[in-house]
């Protein structure tokens, strides 16, 4: 379990630390990162950014894409054959928050978890939105 951790910390770190400056290596730093809802709070709190408009445009796709598959994901977690079906890696690779709880109270779509995927989502698009508009500004 330490291990674990520790590894999580490096890839957070390495993921923290590299220049994002191309669209490449956008998709290269979220594929090698398993907690893509630390990633997603990284770039709305700010701390995360790409160096230039369109790898930002892409960074900011790229994770309303992962809270769209979460929030789908999460509102199928109520059928009893989706129910516990994807285990620690969320069936197609994305880790579920540490905000689910084990006794399953708490899951589904009106869940916290789920409450905050959506809430996420909302601050990516405002941020891809303001993008377009400082964009649209600047080039028009």
């Known amino acids: 379990m330490a291990s674990l951790t ?3 910390c490096a890839c957070r770190a390495r993921w ?3 220049p994002l400056v191309t669209v490449e290596l956008v998709d290269g730093s979220l594929a090698r990162l398993h907690d ?3 990633a997603v709070e990284q770039v709305v709190q700010g701390s ?3 160096l230039g408009a369109d790898t930002q445009r892409h ?3 790229h994770l309303l894409h992962t809270t769209t598959r979460m929030c ?3 509102a199928q977690e109520g059928s009893p054959s989706r129910k516990n079906s994807y285990g620690s890696a969320g069936g197609d690779g994305l880790q579920r928050g540490a905000s689910a709880g084990a006794g ?5 779509y009106d869940g916290a978890e789920a409450r905050t995927w959506r809430r996420m989502r909302v601050v990516l698009l405002r941020h891809l939105d303001r993008l377009n508009l400082l ?3 600047h080039q028009g």
């Open 6 to 8: 520790a590894r999580m």
């Open 16 to 18: 923290l630390s590299a």
């Open 36 to 38: 893509q809802l630390w």
């Open 48 to 50: 995360r950014c790409a």
């Open 59 to 61: 960074l900011l796709a």
């Open 72 to 74: 789908q994901l999460l």
């Open 104 to 108: 399953g109270g708490s899951g589904g």
């Open 135 to 137: 964009l649209a500004l």
